[in-house]
């Protein structure tokens, strides 16, 4: 069993910024991607920013949001944070951390947390 908890979020005003923070315990043998992903009402899940160990540092960041968030990452500790900064109220969604984990036997698989809120509105 893995549990991906997740913290922060909350209400922003446009403009400001919010911490989003992501990490997992359990049966994990070897992380190899972590990564954020956001929902709003009536839409899809859609990437925020994500990371792969086999890219080398090239994290991959979705077009809205590029410039304004940065993912931090910490592969040893299994943990994942997100600084939202120049916050839009387009951001306002429900985020998804997602971790996967790889084991020799079964191969990889993904966990992700249950979503924290973002509001961001004057």
């Known amino acids: 069993q893995v549990e991906v908890v997740e913290s922060g979020g909350g209400l922003a005003q446009p403009g400001g910024s919010l911490s989003l923070s992501c990490s997992a315990s359990g049966t994990i043998f070897k992380v190899f991607g972590m990564g954020w992903y956001r929902q709003s009402p009536g839409r899809e899940r859609e990437l925020v920013a994500e990371d792969n160990i086999a890219w080398h540092g090239a994290t991959k960041y979705s077009d809205s949001v590029r410039g304004r968030f940065t993912i931090s990452l910490d592969y040893a500790k299994y943990s994942v944070t997100l600084q939202m900064n120049s916050l839009k109220p387009e951001d306002t969604a429900v985020y998804y951390c997602?971790?996967?984990?790889?084991?020799?036997?079964?191969?990889?698989?993904?966990?992700w947390g249950q979503g924290t809120q973002v509001t961001v509105s004057s």
């Open positions: 997602k971790i996967g984990s790889y084991y020799p036997a079964t191969g990889s698989a993904d966990y």
